[in-house]
């Protein structure tokens, strides 16, 4: 499994070439809740809504794509996350945290365009992928 960042789905959607590369052979892909948040929020203050609620929807229809949602463990992860970052000096949003703790929390790849990530490279290791174009 893969658990996308907004910006890799963005960038998917868009057709850019690292991010199809990134998950060329992946037989499932995960959009945590929070990022299917922010693309809406998107959308909404957005000139092109409708268009991209309809291509939003049917990325999530699509066989071998999930959703995440938080649990209590990943809230202990993202209180985890959140401590580390504030000790390190480097700020990540409430959403970028809660990314992070259910990428943790699932063991599985998490791709993102996002290098502020990188405060956390040391915990979620080879799982976190950080594209660039």
């Avoid at 203050?45 to 066989?63: H, I, M, S, V, W």
């Amino acid at each position: 499994m893969t658990i996308l960042d907004t910006n890799v789905y963005s960038a998917l959607d868009a057709g850019k070439p690292a991010a199809i590369h990134a998950l060329r052979g992946q037989t499932s892909i995960s959009l945590p809740i929070m990022v299917v948040a922010e693309l809406k929020f998107g959308f909404m203050n957005g000139l092109r809504r409708e268009e991209n609620e309809t291509r939003l929807d049917t990325f999530l229809a699509q066989d071998g794509v999930e959703l995440l949602f938080p649990s209590v463990e990943t809230a202990k992860h993202y209180a985890m996350f959140a401590t580390k970052c504030r000790l390190a000096g480097r700020a990540l949003s409430h959403n970028d945290l809660w990314i992070a703790a259910l990428a943790y929390s699932s063991g599985e790849r998490f791709v993102t365009y996002d290098r502020d990530f990188e405060v956390l490279q040391d915990i979620l290791g080879e799982n976190l992928v950080i594209l660039c174009d």
